[in-house]
């Protein structure tokens, strides 16, 4: 059953893929121009005729996929460096988050007080966007490479922070009043009692919170420039080459699926585990 259903699955995904390609194929098929104007002219003016192909994607994505690594200049790299040079600073910018939120979270979430003191900041710092931050740090730390980081690990933070204080906060009484009357010390409690209960919550709030700062890499490189798949981004719009627009966009959402999955993966592994 699991296997039938799978492939009816894919068999409508491929069914919308092929329809939104024929959807794609017709918005692109440029009318006739109009009388007395040339055909060039007509292209500049806009229409379907000035968007590419999905021949013309395909081949543009052949050429970055026999080809990602190249390296022909300081503004023309291979898709597969700058894809490189987001993830690296989105992994560090991430990594620095976890260390922050899943300790924090676990003393917000074990402790009332520390809940109450520490609330009001959280409520405050969390609803403004991450590139607000953008100016500030490019102004102290100078840097473009780090502020993007920075940036990062600032979007990365609050739902890491929030599902960790949440999953502590939620453990069940009665397996910390079992490890009181063993007598088991704070520390052991945290990692052989709370941390288990609390991990399937911990790794929804990264797999929330790596997707955010996949979102957001894209938009600080184009703010900061230099490397980075949203630079890339930005400077083939600025060569006109949609084409090259169009096959970025495919690279991230397929970057961005495959980290969820990956997060994905290591959630239902815990749960398994539990």
Wanted: hydrophobic letters at 55%; one cysteine or more.
């Amino acid at each position: 059953m699991g296997a039938s259903l799978r492939l009816r699955a894919g068999l409508v995904s491929a069914l919308i893929f092929a329809l939104g390609v024929l959807a794609w194929y017709v918005a692109t098929l440029a009318p006739p121009p109009p009388a007395g104007m040339s055909a060039d002219y007509a292209k500049l003016m806009g229409g379907g005729g000035g968007f590419p192909t999905p021949v013309e994607v395909g081949s543009v994505l052949w050429g970055h996929l026999t080809d990602p690594f190249y390296v022909a200049g300081p503004n023309d790299m291979g898709v597969g460096i700058q894809i490189g040079y987001s993830l690296g600073r989105v992994l560090l910018g991430f990594g620095i988050a976890v260390a922050v939120a899943v300790p924090l979270g676990f003393v917000i979430g074990m402790s009332p007080l520390m809940y109450r003191a520490l609330d009001p900041f959280i409520q405050i710092l969390k609803p403004i966007s991450p590139l607000a931050w953008m100016p500030l740090a490019l102004y102290t730390i100078k840097s473009s490479s780090i502020s993007a980081i920075f940036v990062i690990f600032i979007c990365s933070l609050w739902p890491m922070l929030v599902n960790t204080a949440f999953g502590v906060a939620s453990v069940r009484r009665d397996w910390l009043n079992v490890a009181r009357t063993l007598e088991v010390g704070a520390l052991r409690t945290a990692f052989r009692v709370i941390l288990p209960a609390a991990a399937p919550t911990i790794l929804t709030g990264m797999r929330i919170s790596v997707g955010i700062a996949w979102l957001v890499i894209v938009a600080a490189e184009m703010l900061v420039g230099g490397t980075g798949i949203g630079y890339f981004v930005w400077n083939e719009w600025n060569n006109l080459s949609i084409a090259n627009v169009v096959c970025a966009i495919l690279f991230i959402g397929l970057v961005g699926m495959a980290l969820d999955l990956m997060l994905a993966a290591s959630g239902r592994l815990v749960t398994y585990r539990e």
